[in-house]
């Protein structure tokens, strides 16, 4: 009986830390998604400049994930700082910074200065996620660096280009693009998408971009700057006021103020021109997009358009060609009309000769 008792009390006791685990496992699997996270944030900054890379500026413009699916989309502009005239090509792989696991990375589109990368099968458990962005520069143009070195180098022989060993060049740089699952957005929807979809999202999204940018620097910056010149101003006239009661000495150091003043003045009013240059350029940039998008949005119009240059086009041609017809008419006529000139020229020529000639026949007889 008490044997009994004992096995139903070790039972109870199994099931219990069975239970206790089972809470404890529960808790430390979905613990991101409930408890505060005070570690530092790891996020490499949206829509900032990241160096490194030999021949590329990149800026990381957005990062999402679905959980759904376990995807992951990096949007990243690029900016051809360097002097090569071929540009260089990339290369991605994604990593797990505590799991050390690799994930595939792969470009799935890419434009003039944008590339959109998927991660696939990212755990919904990750927390930050390095993704290496491998710039491979043209070999032609590395092994002509090569070569320039060598000759520059009056110890060693000129070595002809196609001599050069992949081993000689220098090895391709790289950065890391870092991704906190604190800063990357969680959407739902994502999926991949045609290269017409993904054209469209990221025109829209640089609009998007442009819009921001131009409503910072009207909204902002200008008045910024022109509140800063009124303070200045009157800063400027309430100075120039106390002059009239100071010394001599005191004077000679206030008008070095009012310098001071006055420069600063001159410093904000060219900040402002730059100002709505740039808003004039980001306009220009806007509308560049707009028309882009419009044609992506519309193609149909866009054959109605061509038909229409077409029309015009061959209108012109047969314009031309009109053109060109009279004027090897007129020219036929102009030749035709020197021809006719030149004969009664040489008839009249001929009849004053033979003029000439009669009266000294008769002169003889």
């Given at each position: 009986?008490?044997?009994?008792?004992?096995?139903?009390?070790?039972?109870?006791?199994?099931?219990?830390?069975?239970?206790?685990?089972?809470?404890?496992?529960?808790?430390?699997?979905?613990?991101?998604?409930?408890?505060?996270?005070?570690?530092?944030?790891?996020?490499?900054?949206?829509?900032?400049?990241?160096?490194?890379?030999?021949?590329?500026?990149?800026?990381?413009?957005?990062?999402?994930?679905?959980?759904?699916?376990?995807?992951?989309?990096?949007?990243?502009e690029t900016?051809?700082?360097?002097?090569?005239?071929?540009?260089?090509?990339?290369?991605?792989?994604?990593?797990?910074?505590?799991?050390?696991?690799?994930?595939?990375?792969?470009?799935?589109?890419?434009?003039?200065?944008?590339?959109?990368?998927?991660?696939?099968?990212?755990?919904?458990?990750?927390?930050?996620?390095?993704?290496?962005?491998?710039?491979?520069?043209?070999?032609?143009?590395?092994?002509?660096?090569?070569?320039?070195?060598?000759?520059?180098?009056?110890?060693?022989?000129?070595?002809?280009?196609?001599?050069?060993?992949?081993?000689?060049?220098?090895?391709?740089?790289?950065?890391?693009?870092?991704?906190?699952?604190?800063?990357?957005?969680?959407?739902?929807?994502?999926?991949?998408?045609?290269?017409?979809?993904?054209?469209?999202?990221?025109?829209?999204?640089?609009?998007?971009?442009?819009?921001?940018?131009?409503?910072?620097?009207?909204?902002?910056?200008?008045?910024?700057?022109?509140?800063?010149?009124?303070?200045?101003?009157?800063?400027?006239?309430?100075?120039?006021?106390?002059?009239?009661?100071?010394?001599?000495?005191?004077?000679?150091?206030?008008?070095?103020?009012?310098?001071?003043?006055?420069?600063?003045?001159?410093?904000?009013?060219?900040?402002?021109?730059?100002?709505?240059?740039?808003?004039?350029?980001?306009?220009?940039?806007?509308?560049?997009?707009?028309?882009?998008l419009d044609?992506?949005?519309?193609?149909?119009?866009?054959?109605?358009?061509?038909?229409?240059?077409?029309?015009?086009?061959?209108?012109?041609?047969?314009?031309?060609?009109?053109?060109?017809?009279?004027?090897?008419?007129?020219?036929?006529?102009?030749?035709?009309?020197?021809?006719?000139?030149?004969?009664?020229?040489?008839?009249?020529?001929?009849?004053?000769?033979?003029?000439k000639d009669?009266?000294?026949?008769?002169?003889?007889?």
């Amino acid at each position: 009986m008490k044997s009994k008792l004992n096995r139903r009390k070790e039972n109870k006791v199994y099931i219990g830390i069975i239970v206790t685990l089972g809470v404890l496992l529960g808790v430390f699997l979905t613990s991101k998604s409930w408890m505060y996270d005070d570690s530092a944030i790891a996020q490499t900054p949206y829509n900032e400049s990241i160096n490194g890379l030999n021949q590329t500026t990149l800026i990381l413009r957005s990062w999402e994930y679905n959980p759904k699916n376990q995807l992951m989309e990096v949007t990243i502009e690029t900016v051809h700082t360097g002097t090569d005239a071929v540009e260089p090509t990339f290369t991605f792989e994604a990593k797990g910074k505590e799991s050390k696991e690799t994930y595939p990375a792969k470009k799935v589109y890419e434009s003039d200065n944008v590339m959109v990368i998927h991660i696939e099968h990212v755990p919904t458990e990750y927390r930050v996620i390095g993704l290496f962005v491998t710039e491979h520069r043209d070999d032609k143009i590395l092994k002509q660096e090569y070569k320039r070195q060598l000759e520059n180098d009056s110890d060693v022989a000129t070595t002809e280009t196609d001599k050069i060993e992949k081993s000689d060049l220098p090895k391709p740089e790289d950065v890391i693009i870092v991704g906190d699952y604190r800063e990357i957005e969680v959407n739902k929807n994502l999926v991949a998408k045609s290269d017409k979809a993904y054209q469209r999202e990221v025109i829209a999204t640089d609009m998007e971009r442009i819009k921001q940018e131009i409503s910072t620097i009207i909204d902002e910056n200008i008045p910024f700057q022109q509140e800063l010149i009124a303070t200045l101003t009157k800063e400027k006239t309430s100075l120039k006021n106390e002059m009239e009661f100071e010394t001599k000495e005191e004077q000679t150091e206030t008008e070095k103020e009012i310098d001071k003043k006055e420069n600063a003045i001159s410093s904000a009013e060219e900040e402002i021109e730059a100002y709505k240059s740039k808003v004039k350029e980001l306009k220009e940039k806007y509308d560049n997009r707009e028309e882009k998008l419009d044609k992506l949005l519309h193609p149909e119009r866009q054959s109605v358009e061509e038909n229409q240059e077409s029309k015009e086009q061959k209108q012109q041609q047969e314009a031309k060609k009109k053109h060109e017809k009279h004027q090897n008419q007129d020219a036929k006529k102009q030749d035709k009309n020197k021809k006719d000139e030149s004969k009664k020229e040489q008839k009249r020529q001929q009849q004053e000769k033979k003029n000439k000639d009669e009266p000294s026949g008769k002169d003889g007889k």
